[in-house]
């Protein structure tokens, strides 16, 4: 498939000099005549020709006209224009140049000059004209920016700016096109700062996409703070000729963020406030029921009386309970500040043995039967506080299970894990209370058990702190639960 041919307008007053340059390039080029200025411009917006050889002398509009009406037209302005004239004095050569004209050629012209110049001029427009498509399709490029993009001149004058900018600020393109950025968008006591900063772009003070934050002003009259990343723009010779501005409107980033640092000032205080009441509530509650405790421990050494020792032993209960209470509401407080613990090797093996020790006076008032079932010793890479945690399961079976019946603690590999269970013979739990029995004050009614609901909450939040698994089942070999817990094997 053969190219499209470039296309030249010849304009002369004189037929015979028409004929003269359309016999020299016609078989080369598409030709397209004019005998007069005003026809000419004419032909030159209908036409659009690659290049136009122009006469000076013309009566109306001469060459010089023609040719600076073009250069004054955004459009059409590179067309090149060489200028065919009998003119050989240097004045009028030089007003040529002014005009805008790019070359000259003096009548009576010769062919081989006239090709070497045509094809030269063509040259650059295809190169030009080949720029101007690509910086048309950055500029719709830039459309699809999620940010403001401008392009300011060394006056601070947009020369350009893309959708997203001229939608943020609210003025159409045409509008914005040659205003003064500084003066018109920018607050007034923020002026001296940008032009500070500007200013050491162009001298390279500062470095190009240097981070920086300033306001600018909207057609509502709103401030919007922006983040900047701007650039020197250079020519091909690598001289400064403007500024590429980019900008991020962050206001509201920065209103949640002020918003969100004066609620952890307020959620700091809150904490504050919860510390100092745990700290009243283990020291001022603490120490008087400790005192309650040990008067009534001595009261019950001295007292004969049967009536009066029961009486004095409910008290000894419900202080025992209020004192659990403080410890486990203190910890639990303690444990929800906690994001991170340390682990190390620990023999679980070892842990449960104490553990089931540590119980054996509540598990023979009910005439339970602890059995541990050690097949080997095993060993976790967990907190030293999963004692704890055995702790307040296997308190928690003693209280649940009936008298004379038997609770079995179990472990046993799961793949990468231990899996630790602690199962009784009580009454069982409802699916539906399955979740929520590791809640806060949540208990399941049983009215000759003492509990606070505290203990499953803080088994569950150092298990959560291990990033494991905890839950509970029922017993498949007939009533009561299992809760069992994993943990990661020590390799």
Same mark, same amino acid.
């Given at each position: ?9 010849i304009?002369?007053d004189?037929?015979l000099?028409?004929?003269?340059l ?18 000419a ?5 209908t036409e ?31 067309i ?10 240097k ?8 005009a805008g ?28 004209d080949?720029?101007?498509?690509e ?5 719709q ?6 940010v403001l993009?401008a392009?300011?001149?060394?006056e ?10 001229s ?8 509008r914005?096109? @040659? ?10 006591y ?9 200013? *050491?772009?162009?001298?390279?003070a ?10 600018v002003?909207i057609?509502?009259?709103e401030e919007r ?5 701007d650039?020197p ?10 500024i590429?501005?980019s900008?991020?409107d962050i206001?509201d980033?920065?209103?949640? *963020?002020?918003q969100?640092?004066?609620? /952890? ?6 904490n504050?406030?919860k ?10 509650l603490?120490?008087p029921? @400790?005192?309650?405790?040990?008067f009534? *421990?001595?009261?019950?050494?001295k007292?004969?009386d049967?009536?009066k ?7 000894n ?11 486990d /509401?203190?910890?639990l ?19 449960l043995q $104490? ?5 054996i006076a ?12 050690l097949?080997?010793d095993?060993? !976790? ?13 296997l ?23 231990l899996k ?9 739990i409802?699916?539906?209370?399955k ?9 399941l ?11 499953? !909450? ?6 959560n702190?291990?990033?494991? $698994?905890?839950?509970?089942e029922?017993?498949?070999? *007939?009533? @009561? ?11």
């Open positions: 498939m053969m190219s499209a041919k470039h296309k030249i307008l304009v002369d004189e037929p000099n028409v004929e003269l359309s016999a020299y390039i016609g078989d080369a080029y598409d030709i397209v005549i004019s005998y007069n200025g005003r026809d411009l004419e032909k030159v917006k659009s020709p690659d290049l136009i050889l122009l006469d000076v002398m013309m009566p109306e509009v001469d060459g010089y006209d023609v040719c600076r009406i073009i250069r004054n037209d955004l459009k059409i302005n590179f090149p224009v060489i200028m065919v004239t009998a003119l050989t004095d004045a009028d050569h030089q007003r040529g140049m002014d004209a790019n070359e000259f050629l003096k009548k009576p012209v010769r062919k081989f000059e006239l090709d070497k110049k045509i094809t030269s001029l063509l040259k650059i427009k295809e190169q030009h080949t720029l101007l498509t910086k048309n399709k950055a500029y490029y830039l459309d699809y920016v999620g993009v392009v300011l001149d060394l601070y004058k947009i020369t350009h700016i893309n959708k997203k900018g939608d943020f600020l609210g003025h159409s393109f045409e914005l096109i @040659g205003k003064k950025w500084v003066e018109s968008f920018v607050p007034h923020s002026v001296k700062d940008i032009q500070q900063h500007y200013e *050491g772009l162009i001298s390279g500062k470095k190009a996409y240097e981070y920086c934050e300033f306001p002003i057609n509502t009259g703070l922006l983040k900047w990343y650039s723009l250079l020519d091909a010779s690598g001289n400064i000729i403007g590429i501005i900008g991020e206001t980033i920065k209103e949640a *963020g002020q969100l640092k004066e609620y /952890a000032e307020e959620l700091k205080c809150s504050d406030l510390d100092l009441f745990m700290d009243v509530m283990r020291h001022d603490l120490n029921a @400790g005192l309650i405790k040990s009534v *421990g001595m009261l019950l050494e007292e004969t049967d009536g020792r029961q009486l004095l032993s409910n008290v209960i419900s202080t025992d309970k209020l004192i659990n209470l403080i410890e /509401a203190a910890h407080a303690k444990l929800e500040y906690v994001d991170d613990i340390s682990f190390v090797k620990i023999d679980i093996s070892s842990m $104490d553990t089931v020790y540590n119980f509540p598990a023979k008032e009910k005439d339970i039967d602890i059995k541990l079932q097949k080997t095993s060993y !976790a890479i967990a907190n030293p506080m999963m004692e704890r945690v055995f702790a307040n399961l308190s928690n079976s003693i209280k649940y299970s009936p008298k004379g019946s038997t609770i079995t603690i179990d472990f046993a590999n799961h793949g990468d894990k630790i269970s602690f199962i009784d013979q009580g009454d069982g409802p699916n539906s209370s979740t929520s029995v590791f809640e806060r004050f949540k208990r009614h049983k009215e000759d058990i003492r509990g606070n609901g505290i203990g499953l !909450a803080i088994v569950k939040r150092i298990v702190l291990h990033k494991e $698994d905890i839950a509970v029922d017993n498949p070999e *007939g009533k @009561g639960s299992i809760f069992w817990l994993t943990l990661k094997k020590e390799v």
